[in-house]
């Protein structure tokens, strides 16, 4: 299996999650899945094929589905060319990731507690007025 | 190793990082990247003040902060971005100007397009290695003993012979097989001065055929001509101190070199336009029919006004020429407009990338063409422009200046 | 369903897109392509000036060079979008999304694709980005519908 065809995960566990770093590190170990896992600073960072990888990812939301998250990442973890280690200064990314993070709180209640709204329109139309507008072609 | 801090916009995406790298690398230097974490970022561009809309122009002006208030350490700055990006170039010159004015860092600054290869950047690099691995040997101000400078240039190739501190023997010739010529310039230097090759202390070589000659010649000193050129000058024009522009209007590229102290900071080179070069003032004499000497003194007589070119290429401008002959105009208005439209692109092309500092000090073959130096101090609504003695022979008295200083080292 | 979301690599908006079982159209998938070729080295992200001349497709060529390079990233998922989340004002974001001229112009082909877009403000506080979490699953499941117009069986 080629580096190509493997794809890296980054889960972030959210302020208000119940789990913690090492338990997401452990779980993902249990899952006996052919993985690379690393932990870092903001939760864990999966690597390996993508159907393991997404397996995995399905199986560790259920921790706390309201307050892990997860995003792909391009570099393979450790990779030299994006490494804060070697060249001083942190990854672009990073920086994203910090700010992102600090609206994860309210991320998370809002998926415990959905509530149903309208969508707002910003001068463009609308799924709902386009399904309608569909529809009327239909007719 | 020389550490040099890349603060850019765009060199990931244009496919010129790795060109960048490879550039530092062949001169002993590696990249680093000043440290910005986010908040830092934020208050860093609030601090300095211009709200850039780009947020990795933001970042450019937290690494710039870093640099300056010391969270960072390197040796010298490389600042880069995107060839026609506005925001990019105000703030590429805006820190570098804040660097400059907050640190004794050297500056290199270029703007790219996804075409700049690591070639373009060698020169740049090894400028800015050697202001770090050589600043004592810069600092020197006096020539000692008897040593050779050798200025192996595109289109000539100029020798200086230089004992205690003066000029004994200078050589000029064009430029066709490099050790040749440089053989040929040294017999003209060394001509009437008693000496021979086996009596001098020190070689020193720069220009195009550097390596060439440097090496057929075993010299102890083989420089780019940024800092060679920057030494010479400000050495003749006895500015050796505060700051000052050096202008070499050549017969390929041109070089504009801003100098604090007898250092270079910062520097464009340019010109692959023949329009902006030595070589349409050249033409420009063939067709008026007169030597390319006579051309300053003939363009002193005219009025540039009476003879507009509406075309700054070689060929075009040319054409303009020989119509405004055709209807009359005369000799000298016609060689003073040839001079002012090298003056004039040289401006727009190359003048404007830097912050020119008075006084502009003028150098090369073409600044013996007082027409041209008049109309480069026109362009820039009159300033003093300075052309020291030996002023075509720049680069060779810069070599042999700066040899003496390493041969004291060596003894 | 292929749903673009700008900023293209966002977490937030990725996660929940994924959450609906919809597929983000993330940027690191992109950077992944390029940085896990074994045919290219060209350190950081393997983008040479082939990228920049690819961008032409985007924009001209007196546009600059990062801007080509970045779109010759973004234009294949720009292409691929089947319906598309844009949040403006995200006050982060650099290196891909560094540039605020690319930014610009993404979003404009993203509206001008036909395709069903919502368009956010990044949110600065609990209500507001709680709004935006629910205007967004409101728009993923409005997507659904239309995608299955007979109700499903």
């Known amino acids: 299996m080629s580096e190509e065809d493997k794809v890296t995960r980054m889960i972030i566990l959210g302020p208000a999650a119940q789990v913690s770093q090492s338990q997401v590190v452990g779980e993902l170990h249990m899952l006996e899945l052919p993985l690379t896992i690393k932990s870092t600073c903001y939760g864990a960072v999966v690597h390996g094929k993508e159907e393991d990888v997404l397996t995995a990812i399905r199986e560790i939301r259920k921790l706390d589905p309201a307050n892990i998250f997860t995003k792909d990442r391009g570099f393979p973890p450790g990779d030299p060319r994006r490494c804060r280690a070697k060249r001083g200064g942190a990854r672009e990314g990073f920086h994203q990731l910090e700010k992102e993070f600090e609206l994860l709180g309210f991320v998370g209640e809002a998926l415990e507690w959905p509530e149903p709204v309208e969508i707002k329109k910003h001068g463009k139309i609308s799924p709902e007025d386009f399904k309608k507008i569909a529809e009327e072609c239909e007719k | 190793m020389v550490k040099i801090a890349q603060i850019s916009c765009g060199t990931d995406y244009s496919g010129v990082q790795k060109e960048i790298e490879k550039a530092a690398a062949t001169f002993g230097a590696e990249i680093i990247i000043p440290e910005a974490d986010l908040d830092y970022i934020n208050e860093a561009y609030q601090k300095f003040g211009f709200n850039a809309a780009s947020s990795s122009i933001r970042l450019m002006i937290a690494r710039a902060m870093s640099l300056v208030e010391g969270k960072s350490d390197a040796d010298a700055v490389f600042i880069a971005t995107c060839f026609r990006c506005a925001e990019g170039a105000l703030v590429r010159n805006e820190i570098r100007r804040f660097i400059q004015q907050n640190t004794n860092l050297p500056v290199v600054t270029y703007s790219f397009t996804e075409r700049t290869k690591a070639d373009e950047l060698f020169i740049r690099m090894e400028a800015l290695s050697t202001i770090v691995v ?225 006084p502009l000090i003028q150098v090369g073959g073409t600044s013996l063409i007082d027409g041209l130096v008049e109309a480069v101090s026109t362009v820039l609504g009159g300033i003093d422009v300075i052309v020291p003695e030996y002023s075509s022979h720049i680069g060779a008295v810069g070599s042999a200046l700066l040899v003496s200083g390493l041969g004291d080292q060596m003894k | 369903m292929k749903i673009a979301i700008f900023p293209p690599n966002s977490l937030i908006l990725a996660d929940l897109v994924e959450r609906k079982g919809h597929e983000p159209l993330v940027l690191q998938k992109e950077i992944r392509k390029k940085v896990t070729d074994p045919e290219i080295d060209s350190p950081p992200f393997n983008i040479t000036e082939e990228e920049p001349i690819k961008g032409l497709k985007y924009a001209a060529i007196e546009v600059p060079s990062g801007i080509r390079g970045r779109m010759a990233i973004f234009g294949p998922l720009i292409e691929a979008a089947e319906a598309a989340i844009i949040m403006e004002d995200a006050p982060f974001g650099f290196g891909c999304i560094g540039c605020a001229r690319t930014n610009e112009l993404c979003m404009y082909f993203l509206r001008k694709q036909g395709i069903p877009v919502l368009e956010l403000h990044y949110p600065e506080t609990r209500e507001e980005t709680m709004e935006v979490v629910n205007q967004i699953n409101a728009f993923l499941d409005g997507l659904e519908a239309k995608d299955d117009p007979k109700g499903g069986d």
């Not at chain 2, 009359?328 to 912050?355: F, H, M, P, R």
């Open chain 2, 134 to 358: 050589r600043k004592s040997i810069l600092a020197r101000e006096k020539q000692e003993g008897l040593t050779l400078g050798i200025d192996s240039g595109s289109t000539t190739t100029k020798v200086a012979l230089m004992e205690n501190d003066r000029v004994i023997g200078t050589g000029w010739v064009p430029t066709t097989d490099v050790i040749a010529c440089s053989q040929d310039a040294m017999d003209q230097a060394f001509a009437d001065t008693g000496y021979k090759i086996d009596d001098v202390d020190g070689v020193g070589v720069t220009g195009y055929g550097r390596l060439t000659i440097g090496k057929h010649m075993n010299a102890q000193l083989i420089q780019e001509e940024l800092s060679v050129n920057a030494k010479g000058a400000v050495y003749l024009a006895g500015h050796q101190k505060g700051e000052a522009t050096v202008l070499d209007i050549g017969g390929m590229d041109n070089k504009v070199i801003t100098v604090n102290d007898g250092i270079p900071d910062n520097f464009t080179m340019g010109g692959i336009c023949a329009g902006a070069s030595g070589r349409f003032l050249e033409i420009t004499s063939r067709r008026l029919g007169v030597d390319i000497s006579e051309l300053g003194p003939l363009a002193l007589k005219g009025n540039f006004k009476d003879a507009l070119l509406n075309s700054y290429c070689i060929v075009f401008g040319i054409q303009d020429l020989v119509t405004s002959l055709a209807a009359g105009n005369s000799k000298e208005n016609v060689a003073a407009a040839a001079c002012y439209s090298v003056a004039e692109q040289v401006y727009e092309q190359q003048l404007q990338e830097i912050d020119v500092r008075e």
